[in-house]
């Protein structure tokens, strides 16, 4: 038997709008609920493999129950903006599939839901209606299965309800179910119902008498109390008028042939493109693959190569052209591949080091690339130096969209330029591993890397445009492009570590473990694995009887919240916590760091990444240096295992304050900027402000809680937030808030001006233009807005101090470098510097950072930097 799908277009839309994250495609327009459709409609197209396919929609119009009753659905809010732009947009992209969209004017979806299920009945098809929307439990039968979907607690599951099903549930039939959504009224549609009479009685009544009619019939020989005697005549009216509201009507007149229902190909001239557009990979990659000479409507990247040989290259290459290129690493020598047109690109194979001087070594050839970073690293390991970088591809593409996943050249290709890149041959290795290759070994993979030099070329195009219409010239070319050669050369000289001593401090945390492990099995009077938060909860909750336990599925909770409400009830809780926190050391920071010293070097060389963080802050990899403990005693002794090599010394430069001076700034409140121009102590001052004493009376715990205040209300906090930071009731930490913003009015108004630009723009910006995007704001869930509020206020301050250290990093290396001193820029954690400095130029170092820390950005409050040095990190502290 042949067999249909139909969707109710409007509450599938509906429900994948509410259960996916917001997504935009590149252009700014909203896609989750368009996604998450697809993501439903594929998932039961390869369960069901039906062979009629249709989505029913809603008209924007009245509909024969409005007629009916005046007030029908008139309490639903409008639906959200970005939920009503995505509607025609799914259209266009079923009209793609060649999926037959049906809808009329004067009836709901659900009417013709009814009818194509009549006509199913009819012709003897299966139908299976997919939808959020129990309505159409009505219409269930033998033939007729209601794929139900229904979120709970986050949780999506569809159940099938065909006639015997809707029974088992409800016990009533499908039939008797309108006369139950009759009796009790729908709140959603504004159905009236009788009043009073809810959903345990409606059911009742029905199962009983079968019918509102039957029910009225018989209505002085009910078997109910007076009071539901009285509801039920006071509403007759309303329960007859509701019934004929609840009905679907089946008999539509439909202006579609059944047949246009039948499953067809896709339009792939059509639908790849648009996928492209709207950035859907994973959809893109659904789609049957190309047939030889098919026209898919993507326009494909490609270029003319032409391989020429080494000696041609100072013929070839004039400092007059824009050159794009692409440095090809295999095994052995590597090929270089080049283009100033991007149509017509040049390769050499097995280019010779020479080779690579000619054309990387000389600054007046302007040179375009894709992630120069690497190359700058494999090229100095060839002792060759980078000059004349241009442009990166990956650096402007995290400018245009810092929240991306991902940047790689084939993705941005799509989202950007809306054309096809080809991608590189995959290779299965003798592991199993999948490895690309963008080889010079065959014909094929000549052209790949090819079209690539052409992607390259053709996305500076674009981004360098970009880059001026977005007002980021200055912060793109001052500061991202140079800090790459900067972090390279801070990756390349990587940090010195006494490897003796880290291992000693971990053979001194081994044993402080083993003893606690022993002293933790004597409270328990039992030996257990204490890393198995199952076994620890069975100890702790059942053997102990310690209070506040509470289970999961996969037992108790033992986490770092249970565990802390727990302090002092039991001399085992103190001895978990430092067990876990002393295991944490061992395995995170000796563990973890010994095998990433470099045997020849000594150094630790962490990956410095510059296009994951959406605030701008550089990030720390392999290992994460940026994350080194400082807030505990112990922890912080893993700063003594980082040392300066020979006898040099490190000189830690560290902003004060630096995100209180941008808000200061930014605000414009000159209460707190004269706060930092007179060199007051800002907790103290806002202390003295909001306890309204004077400043010389401020406790330590006056200025503790002022700090947090200070701190917090750069994030955005919230009173519940500060109450749980400062362990005070929620009353008392709201209070705070409100004193420290009628003190400081101008940061109170940049809040709340900040957030209203940020939902006009869709987007809040740094002082050096950085820009965030902030679909969240435009979200219809108040969780979610509440989020993008809070990013809103703190990313233009987070990421003008990031801006701010990224801008000094690329001074103090220019300074260094033009001085030609011998000290390194080895490290940058959030707001601090650290230099490795010869003994001879330490003074000179701390001079530099200091001039060039505090002159990177020029604000209505001074930058301070405080400076110290020691042997090692720990003694710069």
């Not at 969209?101 to 997919?130: H, M, P, W």
């Amino acid at each position: 038997m042949e067999k249909l799908l139909i969707v109710d277009g409007n509450s599938i839309l509906n429900r994948a709008y509410y259960g996916i994250r917001i997504l935009t495609a590149p252009d700014g327009t909203p896609t989750n609920a368009v996604y998450g459709f697809l993501n439903i409609l594929y998932k039961y197209l390869e369960e069901e493999k039906p062979d009629y396919l249709c989505v029913a929609f809603d008209v924007k119009a009245k509909t024969f129950r409005h007629k009916m009753y005046d007030l029908y659905k008139a309490q639903r809010k409008p639906a959200p903006e970005d939920f009503l732009a995505q509607i025609p947009l799914i259209k266009e992209v079923l009209a793609a599939m060649n999926c037959a969209c049906i809808e009329k004017e004067g009836y709901e979806a659900d009417d013709l839901i009814g009818t194509v299920s009549l006509l199913c009945e009819e012709k003897g098809i299966e139908c299976r209606i997919l939808t959020g929307d129990k309505d159409d439990l009505q219409l269930a039968s033998e033939n007729t299965v209601i794929k139900l979907v229904v979120t709970r607690m986050g949780q999506t599951t569809t159940t099938d309800y065909g006639r015997q099903e809707v029974e088992q549930k409800y016990g009533v039939t499908p039939e008797e179910y309108i006369e139950v959504k009759a009796l009790m009224g729908d709140a959603s549609d504004n159905i009236p119902g009788v009043k009073g009479i809810g959903e345990k009685t409606a059911f009742s009544l029905i199962q009983e008498y079968k019918s509102i009619d039957a029910i009225y019939d018989r209505l002085e020989e009910l078997n109910v109390s007076p009071s539901v005697r009285k509801k039920l005549t006071e509403g007759q009216s309303n329960a007859l008028l509701s019934k004929k509201l609840s009905v679907i009507d089946r008999h539509v007149p439909l202006d579609y042939d059944f047949a246009s229902f039948r499953i067809q190909k896709p339009n792939l001239s059509v639908l790849r493109p648009l996928f492209l557009r709207l950035n859907f990979q994973s959809f893109l990659r659904r789609l049957p693959a190309e047939t030889a000479g098919e026209d898919n409507g993507i326009e494909k990247i490609h270029a003319e190569l032409k391989r020429i040989e080494e000696n041609r290259l100072s013929a070839i290459l004039k400092p007059d052209e824009h050159w794009s290129y692409v440095l090809d690493w295999k095994e052995g020598a590597p090929a270089l591949y080049f283009t100033a047109d991007g149509k017509t690109v040049f390769g050499v194979s097995d280019i010779s080091r020479a080779g690579l001087q000619t054309f990387f070594s000389d600054a007046d050839i302007w040179k375009c690339g894709y992630n120069v970073k690497e190359d700058l690293l494999k090229l100095h390991n060839l002792d060759i130096q980078f000059c004349g970088i241009g442009f990166d591809i990956m650096l402007a593409a995290y400018l245009a969209e810092p929240t991306r996943s991902g940047y790689d050249l084939g993705t941005l290709c799509s989202a950007y330029l809306h054309v096809q890149l080809e991608d590189a041959a995959l290779h299965v290795e003798e592991d199993g591993q999948l490895t690309m290759d963008f080889g010079s070994g065959n014909k094929e993979n000549r052209q790949i890397v090819a079209d690539r030099v052409s992607a390259v070329f053709a996305l500076h195009s674009y981004f360098a445009e970009k880059l001026e219409k977005d007002g980021q010239h200055t912060l793109y070319y001052d500061i991202e492009l140079p800090l790459a050669e900067v972090l390279a050369d801070m990756q390349e000289t990587g940090v010195y570590v006494d490897k003796e001593a880290l291992s000693q401090f971990g053979k001194t945390l081994s044993e402080r473990i083993t003893g606690l492990t022993s002293e933790i099995y004597e409270q328990a009077d039992e030996e257990f694995n204490i890393n198995s938060p199952k076994q620890l909860g069975v100890i702790l909750f059942d053997k102990l009887k310690l209070p506040g336990g509470k289970k999961n599925k996969n037992g108790y909770s033992t986490n770092a919240e249970v565990l802390g409400r727990l302090a002092g009830k039991h001399p085992v809780i103190d001895l978990i916590l430092e067990y876990r926190k002393l295991t944490k050391l061992q395995s995170t920071y000796v563990e973890g760091l010994l095998p990433m010293i470099d045997l020849k070097t000594g150094r630790i060389h962490s990956n410095f990444n510059q296009t994951v963080t959406a605030t701008g802050r550089i990030s720390s990899t392999e290992p994460n240096l940026q994350n080194i403990p400082v807030r505990t005693e112990l922890g912080r002794e893993i700063r003594r295992m980082f040392i300066a090599e020979g006898d040099r010394c490190l000189v830690d430069a560290d902003y004060s304050q630096i995100e209180l001076r941008v808000l200061a700034h930014i605000s414009g409140d000159k209460t707190m900027q004269e706060a930092f121009v007179n060199h007051l102590d800002i907790h103290a001052q806002t202390a003295s402000q909001v306890f309204g004493v004077p400043i010389e009376q401020v406790t330590p715990a006056m200025r503790s809680r002022a700090k947090a205040v200070n701190f917090g209300i750069v994030y955005g906090i919230g009173a519940f937030s500060l109450a749980q930071d400062l362990h005070i009731p929620i009353k008392e930490a709201d209070a705070y808030i409100k004193g420290y913003l009628q003190h400081y009015p101008l940061v109170d108004a940049y809040m709340k001006k900040t957030v209203e630009d940020a939902r006009t723009n869709g987007y809040v910006s740094t002082l050096m233009g950085r820009r965030r995007y902030m679909p969240e704001l435009r979200a219809s869930n108040r969780n979610v807005q509440a989020f993008g509020e809070r990013v809103a206020m703190n990313a233009p301050i987070q990421g003008t101090a990031a801006d701010i250290i990224k801008a000094a990093m690329v001074r103090v290396y220019a300074r260094l470098k033009s001085e030609k001193l011998k000290s390194k820029l080895i490290l940058q954690v959030h707001d601090e510097l650290i230099v490795e400095a010869l003994p001879d130029e330490t003074d000179r170092v701390k001079q530099i950072l200091r001039e060039e820390m505090e002159n990177a950005c020029k604000m209505n409050v001074p930058l301070e930097v405080d400076l110290h040095s020691g042997k090692s990190w720990f003694d710069t502290k």
